[in-house]
C-alpha cells in the first residue's frame, strides 16, 4: 500500500472543487475526504471526485464510526466503506477517539469517559473495525469541553488507547492547543508525551474564541501563531510528517487558503533542513 507523502495535504471541500480541478496547486500533495458526503454521490461530483483520486493521493476521515458508542459497530457501513477505500485507493482512513451517538448518528464529537473501562471499550472497537478493513486505521485526538467520569489524564487515556488497540495516530495540533487552554494543562507537555511512531499525518485547523478560557474547535478561522508554533514544535520532536489544512466553515477564497497551507509547506521544508545539519 501506498504511503501518504511527507508534504502538505488540503481537506477538499465542494466549495472550491472544481475551481481546484482548474489549475492544481504544486503545494498540495495530498486531500482528504469525510467518507461518509462522498460514498452515495453521483453525477458530476461523482465524477469530479473519481477524476481526482485517479490523479492524486487521498486520505479518508470518518464522521460516523463513534469508536466510543456502545450501540454496535455498524459492520454493513464498514463493508460499503470497506469497498470505498479500496475503489478510491485510499492510503488511510482515520476516525475520531469520540462517539456521535447510540440508536442515531448526530454526526457531532462526544467526548469519551477518561477511564480503564472506557480504553477497552474503544480499544477493542478499533481493532474490530481493523480487522473488518483488513488495514490499520488512525485515530485523531479530539476536542472535548467537558470530562464526564474521568479517571484518567486526556494523554494516559489517548496512549493508553492507542497501545491496546495497536492503531495509528492522526495528531490534531489545534485540539491540543484547545484543549490546553479550555482544560488548563500544557500543550507542549502534552505534545511531548505523545508516540511520535505512531504519527500517519496531522491536521492542523482554526478556532474560535468564545472567551480567554474558552476556545471552539470550528476549522472556521485562520490559523494563530500559538498552533502554528505547536507544529513547529512537533516537528522539531518528532521529524516532519504529512500535514494537512482543514477549514470546514468560512471558507475563503482558495488563494487565501492555499496561502495558508503554504505555510505548513514553509515549516516543513525549514524543520527538515534544520534536521538534516543536526
Known amino acids: 500500500m501506498k504511503t501518504i507523502p511527507i508534504a502538505t495535504g488540503l481537506g477538499l471541500r465542494r466549495e472550491f472543487a472544481f475551481e481546484l480541478t482548474e489549475a492544481m496547486p504544486e503545494n498540495i500533495a495530498f486531500y482528504e475526504v469525510a467518507p461518509e458526503n462522498w460514498m452515495k454521490m453521483g453525477g458530476k ?7 481526482m483520486t485517479e490523479r492524486f493521493p487521498f486520505i479518508f476521515h470518518g464522521l ?3 469508536v466510543g458508542g456502545f450501540a454496535p459497530l455498524d459492520t454493513r457501513f464498514i463493508a460499503e466503506l470497506k469497498s470505498f477505500l479500496q475503489q478510491h485507493q485510499a492510503l488511510l482512513y482515520s476516525e475520531h477517539l469520540s462517539y456521535c451517538g447510540d440508536d442515531g448518528l448526530l454526526y457531532d464529537l462526544l467526548p469519551i469517559p477518561f477511564t480503564e473501562e472506557a480504553v477497552h471499550h474503544a480499544a477493542a472497537r478499533i481493532r474490530q473495525t481493523q480487522d473488518l478493513l483488513d488495514r490499520r486505521i488512525a485515530i485523531e485526538n479530539v476536542s472535548y469541553y467537558a470530562a464526564p467520569g474521568k479517571e484518567m489524564e486526556e494523554i494516559d487515556f489517548l496512549n493508553a488507547v ?8 492522526l495528531l490534531d495540533v489545534n485540539n491540543i492547543y484547545v484543549n490546553s487552554v479550555n482544560h488548563g494543562y500544557d500543550a507542549l507537555a502534552f505534545l511531548q508525551a505523545i508516540p511520535g511512531e505512531r504519527i500517519a499525518y496531522a491536521h492542523i485547523a482554526g478556532h474560535y474564541v468564545e472567551a480567554a478560557d474558552f476556545l471552539v474547535d470550528t476549522h472556521g478561522a485562520t490559523i494563530i501563531d500559538p498552533v502554528w508554533m505547536l507544529l513547529q514544535k512537533a516537528y522539531e520532536l518528532f521529524g516532519v510528517f504529512p500535514t494537512l489544512l482543514e477549514r470546514d466553515f468560512n471558507i475563503p477564497p482558495l488563494p487565501e487558503l492555499l496561502k495558508e497551507a503554504g505555510t505548513i509547506h514553509t515549516l516543513q521544508q525549514q524543520a527538515g533542513k534544520s534536521h538534516a545539519t543536526v
Open 64 to 66: 460516523s464510526l463513534s
Open 162 to 169: 492507542l497501545e491496546e488497540a495497536d492503531c495509528l495516530l
Open 45 to 51: 461530483w461523482g465524477r469530479l471526485f473519481r477524476a
